[in-house]
């Protein structure tokens, strides 16, 4: 099944008078919640979907302690997690405190088989976004996004 996408303008960040650039963004076609994936799973091997949450639920417990002590966790056939920060500057490194540590994100960062699954997409275009004052969207396409989207950016947290 493809990954579908749809196409939005967007200007370059912090320069109002940059021309429009069109870029795709991935529109997801729906969710697989938590109940769903351990039902599966559970479909998939010798444990009930009760036994699948219960690993589950253990395994985020066990994943809040490691990155709260600031090790990276690894999950071998999934990936890694880990605490990145962002902080503000200094002049003097003697001057740097906690307090200029403005917020903290988790990083994942998916292990190789998941990184080459990329490589295997085929894609297909759901839409194209019209931008303010950019008119409507291409001919015989419709003007919707086609769902929630999300263009992969990291910043966004997979723990929630």
């Given at each position: 099944m493809p990954v579908s996408y749809?196409?939005?303008?967007?200007?370059?960040?912090g320069d109002k008078?940059?021309?429009?650039?069109?870029?795709?963004?991935?529109q997801a076609?729906?969710?697989?919640?938590?109940?769903t994936l351990t039902r599966t799973a559970a479909d998939r091997s010798t444990v009930t979907a009760a036994d699948a949450k219960a690993v589950m639920d253990?395994?985020?417990?066990?994943?809040?302690?490691k990155l709260a002590a600031g090790q990276i966790v690894r999950i071998d056939d999934l990936g890694s997690f880990r605490v990145a920060i962002s902080t503000e500057g200094?002049?003097?490194?003697?001057?740097?405190?906690?307090?200029?540590?403005?917020?903290?994100?988790?990083?994942?960062?998916?292990?190789?088989?998941?990184?080459n699954l990329c490589k295997t997409f085929e894609y297909r275009k759901t839409s194209t976004v019209a931008t303010r004052g950019q008119g409507g969207a291409n001919e015989g396409e419709d003007n919707t996004t086609g769902g929630g989207g999300n263009d992969g950016d990291q910043s966004e947290n997979p723990l929630g």
């Open positions: 749809s196409v939005s303008g967007r200007k370059k960040p008078n940059a021309p429009v650039k069109f870029y795709a963004q991935v076609s729906d969710e697989c919640p938590f109940q253990n395994v985020m417990t066990v994943l809040k302690e200094v002049e003097v490194a003697e001057k740097f405190t906690a307090a200029n540590i403005k917020k903290a994100r988790i990083v994942f960062t998916p292990c190789k088989e998941l990184k």
